[in-house]
């Protein structure tokens, strides 16, 4: 079976100040890892994803994630955050054999303060 | 533009009825998906299919129902077997293995028994 943990439910960063948002994983083969935003009351929007080739990914709205294989994580990050930025963030994993169905973490709430 | 449209935005269900909550996509995605959202436990998968009249029962299928008519229709019906239904439902689609890129989401059906 496979998982994803995100081990924070809350971060809480100053606008301008570099943030990064925990995601490990747990799955049999190769991973695919996304990242996705929510904003109050909505869906989720993808920001970002990893498939194959250079571990750093860049996606939206300047964000960017490390693929770590051996530490099974795939942190999202971004050098200045914006308040704008506030929101819940989800990672989320699946591999070829598991037929496209993604494995959400319970999400990280994401404060930036000015 | 393309996307996927869910109905209605809010949904109120008394004890003992059965309501339905639509989906329709425009992106000509094979797969679609239903997950349940609540406070703290992240995305919970429902229902998937990933063609035309067929579907698969995900983690917590008990006290829900779908079908799949058509491409782009994937509606998901809250049955009276379902003993706390109040919840944030999502619907997705993606590409027909929905790895190389995720997710599209609605903006989700917030149903709540009354």
């Known amino acids: 079976a496979q998982s994803v943990a995100q081990p924070e439910d809350q971060v809480n960063v100053a606008e301008g100040n570099p943030l990064t948002v925990k995601c490990t994983y747990s799955?049999?083969?190769?991973?695919?890892l996304f990242w996705y935003v929510q904003y109050p009351n909505r869906g989720l929007q993808f920001l970002l994803k990893?498939?194959?080739?250079?571990?750093l990914v860049k996606g939206s709205y300047g964000f960017e994630a490390e693929f770590n294989k051996s530490q099974t994580s795939f942190h999202l990050k971004k050098p200045s955050a914006l308040v704008s930025d506030s929101a819940l963030y989800f990672c989320?994993?699946?591999?070829?054999?598991?037929?496209?169905?993604?494995?959400f973490g319970d999400g990280t709430t994401l404060t930036v303060k000015p | 533009d393309g996307g996927i449209t869910q109905s209605p935005k809010y949904l109120f269900r008394k004890e003992g009825q059965n309501v339905t909550l639509s989906c329709e996509q425009n992106?000509?995605?094979?797969?679609m998906y239903w997950y349940r959202q609540d406070p703290g436990q992240g995305l919970r998968l429902i229902y998937y299919?990933?063609?035309?009249?067929?579907?698969q029962k995900g983690d917590i299928a008990e006290g829900y129902s779908v079908s799949r008519e058509k491409k782009e229709s994937f509606p998901l019906t809250v049955t009276s077997a379902q003993k706390n239904p109040t919840a944030f439902y999502l619907c997705?689609?993606?590409?027909?293995?929905?790895?190389?890129?995720?997710?599209?989401f609605g903006s989700g059906t917030r149903l709540t028994v009354v």
């Open positions: 997705a689609s993606s590409e027909p293995q929905g790895i190389d890129y995720g997710y599209t």
């Open positions: 799955v049999s083969g190769n991973p695919y």
């Open positions: 990893y498939i194959t080739g250079d571990n």
């Open positions: 989320a994993a699946t591999t070829a054999t598991n037929a496209g169905k993604s494995t």
């Open positions: 992106l000509n995605h094979d797969a």
């Open positions: 299919s990933q063609i035309v009249n067929d579907f």
